[in-house]
């Protein structure tokens, strides 16, 4: 058995888009901040508690066979207010992917499609605060 975990943590997020310039903009937006790191093509935002990246791709730069319509993983990313969040995804433009759905014991899940295609789900999550909560004690 093995001592160390496979999947450590999330690394970066790739979300593709064929307009790219527009989709950055979107996201600046909905983040509150300018991409930190950014090449033709290619822009990246670190975000949240952990600086999880967000990385942004010209649609033009992905890869061979990759699905060109909505649908696959859903990422959720949390959030403090899962109501508000997708309220304000909608109001810039987002479509509704999956509705606000209570999964019980405090798991609050909902996802929207960007206007680029891409899925972005929101969630309230308990045991990210749990985890969240044990890293400031030390």
């Keep these: 058995m093995a001592t160390t975990q496979t999947l450590r943590g999330l690394s ?15 996201y600046s937006e909905l983040l509150g901040i300018a991409p930190y790191f950014e090449l ?5 935002f670190r975000i949240g508690d952990y600086q999880h990246e967000l990385g942004l791709i010209d649609s033009r730069y992905s890869p061979n ?9 859903i990422i ?23 509705p ?13 499609v960007d206007p680029f295609g891409n899925v972005l789900g929101v969630m309230s999550n308990p045991h990210y605060l749990d985890v969240l909560a044990s890293t400031k004690k030390a």
């Design 12 to 26: 970066t997020i790739s979300f593709f888009a064929a307009d790219h310039e527009a989709a950055k903009k979107w």
């Design 76 to 98: 959720y990313w949390h959030v403090d207010d899962v109501t508000a969040t997708f309220e304000r995804l909608l109001s810039m433009g987002a479509k509704v992917y999956e």
């Design 100 to 112: 606000i759905t209570d999964r019980s014991h405090g798991f609050v899940t909902a996802s929207v």
């Design 40 to 44: 033709p093509g290619y822009a990246e």
């Design 65 to 73: 066979g990759s699905a060109t319509g909505t649908g696959g993983a």
